[in-house]
């Protein structure tokens, strides 16, 4: 049950057929204020959130062949391990995997063919979307097939609720986001936007963008959101871990929220509109979209430049399963995994 989720308008429309003759569906959700969440069920999408002013805050395309030809993760549901790991490879319970490198050395948001490529089986249940994916065993080279359940609702106080489970019949490693890059204002850069993230460590990156394996303070460096702060301020700031990544590309720790109750990481905000980030994550990468290039066609026409959207991926700590001190990513046979993370809009205070 979705608490403040009465009398939500829900339709359906055929959104497209991918070069393989699948057909993706698209959901819209509107609540009582005229807000509305639309979802594709390729890659389990979100594609757009217009507030009740008509401005739409994320990132997305108007064709299916768009969302099959991009590398951006536009909007999707990312796994089955979200973010790097190193070198493209780990070993558990004393046997070896091999990934692939889809992102310099290391293997990036579940490799080639990852959930955000895949058509998701897709239905309306009580005031919900619910996606469904079944990841073969040895799928992208991961262990064990993976039951996946992804499920958007939305509230009539303008909360976009995605609840996640993931089931496994051999141990594996699950590590999986939303990877939505909003925009407040419904375009211009990002970094005019107000942040605040309630973490005070992040995990360090090297120069290929993958965990180092050390957590570093934010306090004094350019990562420090603890109050709010432009996300332009520092963005180019004369230090390493921002060159290593070319503005932000960077997993906050929330240290002592793993399976707790979920706790708000982050507000955003710019012009009108604000938005609460709230998660039972023990992490959230925060992605300043630093390698949109503005080559593929957005929404309307729009083009996406560098830095014209910005993701805040709430998942586990990026190449956990290859840094025993990192909370462990590995999904044990038969365990449940389950996650929440909810997007919260609202008035932007000034
Ligand atoms: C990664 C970026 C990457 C982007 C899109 C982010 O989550 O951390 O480095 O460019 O996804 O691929």
Redo the contacts with the bound molecule.
């Keep these: 049950m979705l608490k403040g989720a009465a009398d939500m308008k829900f339709s359906i429309e055929h959104f497209g057929k991918t070069s393989e003759d699948e057909d993706v569906m698209e959901y819209t959700i509107e609540n009582r204020n005229g807000t509305k969440l639309t979802l594709i069920s390729y890659g389990a999408a979100i594609r757009g959130i217009e507030m009740p002013n008509g401005t739409d805050v994320v990132l997305g395309y108007d064709r299916i062949e768009d969302y099959e030809n991009q590398?951006?993760?536009m909007g999707a549901t990312v796994g089955r391990c979200a973010?790097r790991i190193g070198g493209g490879c780990f070993s558990l319970n004393g046997k070896e995997y091999v990934l692939a490198k889809n992102n310099g050395p290391n293997h990036?948001?579940g490799g080639i063919v990852g959930f955000d490529k895949k058509v998701w089986k897709s239905s309306i249940e009580g005031q919900r979307v619910v996606f469904r994916l079944t990841s073969p065993d040895g799928d992208e080279g991961y262990p064990g097939n993976l039951d996946v359940e992804i499920s958007y609702g939305l509230t009539n106080n303008n909360a976009v609720v995605i609840d996640c489970t993931a089931v496994c019949d051999k141990d594996t490693v699950v590590n999986i986001t939303n990877?939505t890059y909003f925009n407040l204002a419904g375009g211009g850069t990002i970094e005019d936007h107000y942040l605040t993230i309630n973490s005070d460590e992040f995990t360090e990156i090297d120069e290929t963008?993958c965990s180092s394996g050390k957590l570093s303070h934010v306090k004094g460096t350019p990562f420090d959101f603890t109050k709010r702060k432009l996300i332009g301020k520092d963005i180019d700031a004369d230090c390493v871990q921002i060159k290593n990544?070319s503005g932000y590309?960077h997993n906050y720790v929330f240290k002592d929220r793993h399976d707790a109750e979920i706790l708000k990481a982050a507000e955003a905000g710019c012009g009108e509109i604000a938005m609460d980030v709230w998660t039972d994550q023990p992490g959230m990468?925060f992605?300043s979209g630093n390698?949109l290039d503005g080559e593929v066609r957005g929404k309307n026409g729009a083009v996406y430049g560098r830095r014209s959207g910005f993701?805040l991926?709430t998942q586990d700590w990026p190449d956990a399963v290859n840094h025993e001190d990192f909370p462990s990513v590995v999904l044990k046979k038969g365990e449940v995994y389950k996650r929440k993370t909810v997007f919260k809009f609202k008035k932007m205070l000034k």
């Design positions: 590398d951006k993760y973010n990036l948001h990877h963008g990544a590309d990468h992605y390698f993701a991926e």
